[in-house]
């Protein structure tokens, strides 16, 4: 028995609809972390990972507009590190000790608010090892055509461009036999709702049984 706030992780790959489970998981309640939303603010504000991008792209990777405004050339990064998961391994290693740690800050507030539950969405939540710190982890997975029309749909790519992405990223049979639970993304938005809503009460049954305040 402990205290809460209960920590669940979300994960899934480019297109599965992670981002949609986590929205509708904090409608219903939840307090919501964005690992990958904190990586790219480290990324514009952090001195010592802002260095260690310009070691390992180049300084031209940044640039500032008229406004004194910081701005990092994501696309290029991306193309980079996709041909080279040696980068792409040391630019994890830069961010994600961080990342981990504004994640320990945001239990500290969650448990001094009372929050019942904290989701970490995250994109590489086993890949960083951050799957440790959790409770329970949601992999959310759909059929990989659909998922490449989604992120194609999202302008995050075109379409070889996220076939590659995904080729990159654990293949989700893997992320599935890890998983304590999974969300099957492959029809509507509102069918993803109800899911989402049958996980969330699933949820909670999870958090009274781990934590002492029920």
């Not at 904090?26 to 919501?32: H, I, N, R």
């Not at 951050?130 to 982890?137: G, W």
Request: net charge neutral.
């Amino acid at each position: 028995m402990r205290s809460y706030p209960f920590l669940v992780g979300v994960t899934g790959g480019i297109g599965s609809g992670k981002s949609t489970v986590c929205r509708f998981l904090s409608e219903l309640g939840c307090t919501l972390f964005e690992a990958d939303i904190v990586a790219k603010n480290l990324q514009l504000h952090d001195a010592e990972v802002i260095d260690g991008i310009k070691t390992l792209f180049g300084s031209e990777i940044y640039s500032v507009d008229s406004s004194g405004q910081m701005h990092l050339d994501r696309k290029k990064i991306a193309a980079t590190v996709f041909s080279s998961p040696e980068k792409l391994g040391v630019l994890n290693n830069l961010i994600h000790p961080k990342v981990f740690r504004e994640f320990q800050k945001s239990v500290l507030d969650a448990e001094n608010q009372g929050v019942k539950i904290l989701v970490k969405e995250a994109a590489i939540l086993f890949e960083s090892g951050s799957n440790k710190q959790l409770d329970v982890v949601v992999v959310v997975v759909a059929d990989e055509q659909m998922r490449i029309e989604r992120a194609v749909q999202k302008g995050l790519g075109n379409h070889e461009e996220i076939v590659r992405r995904i080729a990159l990223q654990w293949p989700q049979k893997k992320l599935i036999e890890k998983a304590d639970y999974v969300v099957v993304n492959n029809g509507s938005q509102e069918e993803l709702k109800k899911e989402t809503e049958a996980l969330y009460f699933r949820l909670l049954s999870a958090a009274s049984l781990a934590c002492n305040n029920l």
